[in-house]
């Protein structure tokens, strides 16, 4: 029992993890570049820019987490409702309600116990920030970058890039590396703002957790659309994802889905 807990708190960071990846972002200067990897540059060095510079604002998050039995029957369905802040670059999420109700005490405990895992898993200070801290140099460095073409999305002009890691073997001990040695995908990124409009993300092989010693993470199929809300500022407005896996000997299936809404700038910011 101690070790299905685990790899379900495990499994769920991970999934956090991946939801933040879209995040939220504020605008830069349009500029024509050649290369995918200017263009990851330049994303890059405006986020070191405006980290500490932000505006801050609120917004609703409605999260819905189905488990599937192994026939594809939804066998636990959760929806939780947060409110987020984010301010000075860094996000607090407030769980407000769980099933139409006010979060009982196991759901607050779950929710410490699931930021107690990410931060474990990521690390103390990535945890804390704007889901958009993955722009880091050290992070994007991991990857290779291709530039496929130019596109409109939603009415606005965008650069798809394909992204593949570098480093395809597994290498490190933590979750997270060995995660991320194995995803691929493509992102769009806007060409007047430099900031990520759509994001599809996929897992090339399967992954041990814990040595696969409790389990495997099969599959992770996400995707992220993100809505310009103001000036300059970007937000994730959708995402779905399907998770698959194993925990001991028995199969794992999880869909996630998420939306925002609600945008507000908060007082004195």
Partial sequence: MVRLKLLRRVSLSLFSLVLSLGGVGFASESNTVPSADELIERAVAHNEETMANKSGFSYVKVSVIEELDSSGKVKERKEKVYEISCRAGKTHAKLVEVNGHAPAGGDLKEQT?????????????RSAHDPESFLTRDLVGRFAFTLLGQTNLNGRTTYEIAFEPKFPQPQGRRILDRVLNRISGTLWLDAEEFEVARADIHLRSEVDLLWGVIGSLKKLAYSV???????????????IGDFEGRKLLDSMRIKLKTQTSNFHPLAGS
Avoid: A, M, P
């Fill in 225 to 239: 659309t993100r809505t310009r809300v103001g000036d300059g500022i970007w937000l994730n407005s959708f995402s």
């Fill in 113 to 125: 116990e699931n930021e107690t895992n990410v931060r474990q898993v990521v690390g103390e200070s």
